[in-house]
């Protein structure tokens, strides 16, 4: 009866730790399912202001004799190279190799990073466009010099109006998603937390 009893008690230890690991396998799984592409479309965003910042520079100095063109495309890169620089703190966690507290860590701090930068990057994508556009219209194929004809400059003011409209509204739309996504990650990490104890 007592080694009856003691097999029993192995058989329920072995399933509850199998229970345990399917858990919090399937957690984690959620959680990265969750949180994965939102690292990865970060670093493209922030490898492609990288991008943006030289197709600026480099509009700028093929249209560099003339300042009005020249020096709002220089600006235009800059604002681009800043927020690159702001972002490169982002990086993918090791979801796997990190403990459980770590990751919820690192998933909290992207979140607030990404909470933190929204403001500026909405702006720094409208003051690219404003800012550049110009010079990359100045050279070939299109050879059209916004400011010197009127016709041309108001539309190019009523498309930068549409553009910023667009802009403000589509990113606050996806960082209120990319918020709901993490806190989502973030509760199935403390599933798992709450079924250790």
């Not at 600026?56 to 620089?85: E, H, K, T």
């Not at 404003?130 to 010079?135: E, G, N, R, Y």
Request: include cysteine; charged fraction near 25%.
């Amino acid at each position: 009866m007592k080694n009856l009893w003691k097999e029993e008690n192995e058989r329920l230890k072995n399933k509850i730790e199998v229970n345990e690991k399917i858990l919090k396998e399937m957690n984690i799984n959620k959680a990265i399912g969750e949180i994965d592409p939102l690292f990865k479309r970060a670093i493209l965003g922030r490898n492609l202001a990288l991008v943006y910042c030289i197709i600026s520079i480099g509009s700028a100095s093929l249209v560099i004799q003339d300042v009005w063109y020249s020096v709002p495309a220089i600006l235009g890169g800059l604002a681009m190279l800043r927020s690159f620089i702001y972002h490169l703190s982002t990086d993918k966690p090791d979801y796997y190799q990190l403990p459980i507290l770590d990751l919820q860590k690192s998933i909290n701090d992207f979140r607030i990073h990404i909470a933190s930068s929204e403001k500026n990057d909405i702006v720094t994508a409208i003051v690219w466009q404003l800012l550049s556009t110009p010079a990359c219209l100045k050279l070939r194929p299109f050879n059209i010099s916004i400011y010197d004809n009127p016709k041309y400059l108001a539309v190019y003011c009523l498309c930068m109006f549409v553009y910023a409209v667009f802009i403000v509204a589509y990113s606050k739309k996806e960082y209120k998603k990319w918020d709901r996504q993490l806190k989502k990650a973030e509760s199935n990490l403390d599933e798992i937390k709450e079924f250790k104890k």
